[in-house]
């Protein structure tokens, strides 16, 4: 498998031109690519529920500080039974998140990024203000996001039990996957890519991405996302590949899908779970359910991806 990456400037900011969904469904969307997920496509989603089998997708909450987690999860109790002094009583806790980074598994709003001081849709990127988003905020998802999810095992088509850091998953990836799992990636669909990222934890350690970089895509995956109507994209990683290529486009899956195509993206899964229950089943498409919270303004949302099967 070739593993070669060679894209340039000048073809990321073609593509970020040529693929842009910026006013395909109206001028005033904020919702992007979840437009495709249509009543039909989750009826399809809702067809694939087959033993009522679920798998989490979600990392846990980090709550202890690591090379990937500098800003860890607080979680203070406001109540206790072990401080209960007689009578009725209760326990209640709080907690305090810092989702965007490498180490909460979240949902990022299309307000997340800027390209050439803009965000999805043309919108400035100054309507996004320092009490909140304004505009592209997580309320596009306040209903939930329901679809067909695929995930594409590339560790498993390359032979290996991960990636390492900093390797480029390309377009002949991506298919190579769907052939050897006997699916195809479709409109409307939540694409989920494994780049083994659990594994290498397990086996050497947690490391700052930061510094050491992550396996993902290549920016030349963009156009088949877009040729493939892609409606959120998802990673047990960042998406992007890094370090980047090209150092004018820092994060360029970022930059193209959230700004230029309207693809909500989840950072962070758990996808081993995921990718053992595929093998069990023998199949790679399944129910996927996002419930982001309903934080009007708000860049992003922690959440719990769910697997029915």
């Given at each position: 498998?070739?593993?070669?990456?060679?894209?340039?400037?000048?073809?990321?900011?073609?593509?970020?031109?040529?693929?842009?969904?910026?006013?395909?469904?109206?001028?005033?969307?904020?919702?992007?690519?979840?437009?495709?997920?249509?009543?039909?496509?989750?009826?399809?989603?809702?067809?694939?529920?087959?033993?009522?089998?679920?798998?989490?997708?979600?990392?846990?909450?980090?709550?202890?500080?690591?090379?990937?987690?500098?800003?860890?999860?607080?979680?203070?109790?406001?109540?206790?039974?072990?401080?209960?002094?007689?009578?009725?009583?209760?326990?209640?806790?709080m907690i305090a998140i810092s989702w965007h980074g490498y180490a909460t598994t979240h949902l990022d709003a299309l307000c997340h990024i800027f390209h050439n001081d803009q965000m999805y849709n043309g919108y400035p990127a100054s309507m996004v203000t320092s009490i909140g988003a304004r505009l592209n905020s997580i309320m596009a998802g306040q209903d939930?996001?329901?679809?067909?999810?695929?995930?594409?095992?590339?560790?498993?088509?390359?032979?290996?039990?991960?990636?390492?850091?900093?390797?480029?998953?390309?377009?002949?990836?991506?298919?190579?996957?769907?052939?050897?799992?006997?699916?195809?990636?479709?409109?409307?669909?939540?694409?989920?890519?494994?780049?083994?990222?659990?594994?290498?934890?397990?086996?050497?350690?947690?490391?700052?991405?930061?510094?050491?970089?992550?396996?993902?895509?290549?920016?030349?995956?963009?156009?088949?996302?877009?040729?493939?109507?892609?409606?959120?994209?998802?990673?047990?990683?960042?998406?992007?590949?890094?370090?980047?290529?090209?150092?004018?486009?820092?994060?360029?899956?970022?930059?193209?899908?959230?700004?230029?195509?309207?693809?909500?993206?989840?950072?962070?899964?758990?996808?081993?779970?995921?990718?053992?229950?595929?093998?069990?089943?023998?199949?790679?498409?399944?129910?996927?359910?996002?419930?982001?919270?309903?934080?009007?303004?708000?860049?992003?949302?922690?959440?719990?991806?769910?697997?029915?099967?």
């Amino acid at each position: 498998m070739a593993k070669t990456d060679t894209v340039t400037k000048a073809q990321l900011d073609g593509w970020f031109e040529s693929i842009s969904n910026w006013g395909r469904w109206g001028d005033d969307d904020q919702r992007g690519a979840l437009n495709l997920i249509t009543d039909a496509k989750r009826a399809e989603a809702a067809s694939l529920v087959r033993t009522g089998a679920i798998v989490s997708c979600a990392q846990e909450l980090p709550k202890r500080p690591a090379p990937d987690n500098p800003a860890p999860v607080i979680h203070a109790m406001q109540g206790a039974g072990d401080v209960t002094r007689g009578g009725a009583g209760g326990a209640s806790d709080m907690i305090a998140i810092s989702w965007h980074g490498y180490a909460t598994t979240h949902l990022d709003a299309l307000c997340h990024i800027f390209h050439n001081d803009q965000m999805y849709n043309g919108y400035p990127a100054s309507m996004v203000t320092s009490i909140g988003a304004r505009l592209n905020s997580i309320m596009a998802g306040q209903d939930g996001i329901v679809s067909r999810g695929v995930l594409l095992d590339i560790p498993a088509v390359r032979g290996v039990d991960y990636l390492e850091p900093g390797e480029r998953i390309l377009v002949a990836d991506l298919e190579a996957a769907e052939e050897r799992q006997g699916v195809r990636v479709t409109p409307g669909d939540i694409l989920l890519v494994c780049t083994g990222r659990d594994e290498r934890n397990a086996a050497e350690g947690r490391w700052d991405p930061m510094t050491g970089g992550l396996a993902g895509l290549s920016g030349e995956t963009a156009p088949w996302l877009r040729e493939r109507d892609v409606a959120v994209l998802g990673g047990d990683g960042v998406s992007d590949a890094l370090p980047t290529l090209v150092p004018e486009w820092t994060m360029p899956i970022h930059a193209l899908a959230l700004v230029a195509l309207g693809v909500h993206l989840i950072d962070n899964m758990q996808l081993s779970r995921l990718a053992a229950a595929c093998e069990d089943f023998g199949r790679w498409e399944f129910q996927l359910t996002l419930a982001p919270l309903r934080l009007a303004q708000g860049t992003g949302s922690p959440v719990n991806p769910i697997a029915l099967f």
